[in-house]
Nanobody, 123 residues
Framework: QVQLVESGGGLVQAGGSLRLSCAASGRTFNIYIMGWFRRAPGKEREFVAATSWRGARTYTSDSVKGRFTISRDNAKNTVYLQMDSLKPEDTAVYYC????????????????WGQGTQVTVSS
């Protein structure tokens, strides 16, 4: 009953920035956490960042801490991922996910997923 659509991916040089958006539709009132995950070539799905939907708590993985920032606009039912100082190793498909549970970093706890948006970092 929740649909997530990511946008904002693209091609950037190392050191550049991108801002990803995830628009949620449907029954969003019961969402507890909105998160971002990524899957790099040849790698497992990796947690990136998450935010409580109606609270103020956020969690960011160590690999992107200080470079990526998650935020939200509840009026627009949208969560954002601001990515700065991008590195080639950030290249991946980035997925938005919605969680009805209280877990932040476990992908198994997320109930809905977007289709993903490609981020490619050169150099």
């Amino acid at each position: 009953q929740v649909q997530l659509v990511e946008s904002g991916g693209g091609l950037v040089q190392a050191g550049g920035s991108l801002r990803l958006s995830c628009a949620a539709s449907g029954r969003t009132f019961n969402i507890y956490i909105m998160g971002w995950f990524r899957r790099a070539p040849g790698k497992e799905r990796e947690f990136v960042a998450a935010t409580s939907w109606r609270g103020a708590r956020t969690y960011t993985s160590d690999s992107v801490k200080g470079r990526f920032t998650i935020s939200r606009d509840n009026a627009k039912n949208t969560v954002y991922l601001q990515m700065d100082s991008l590195k080639p190793e950030d290249t991946a498909v980035y997925y938005c996910a919605a969680n009805y549970d209280s877990a932040y970093i476990r992908p198994e706890a997320y109930d809905y997923w977007g289709q993903g948006t490609q981020v490619t970092v050169s150099s």
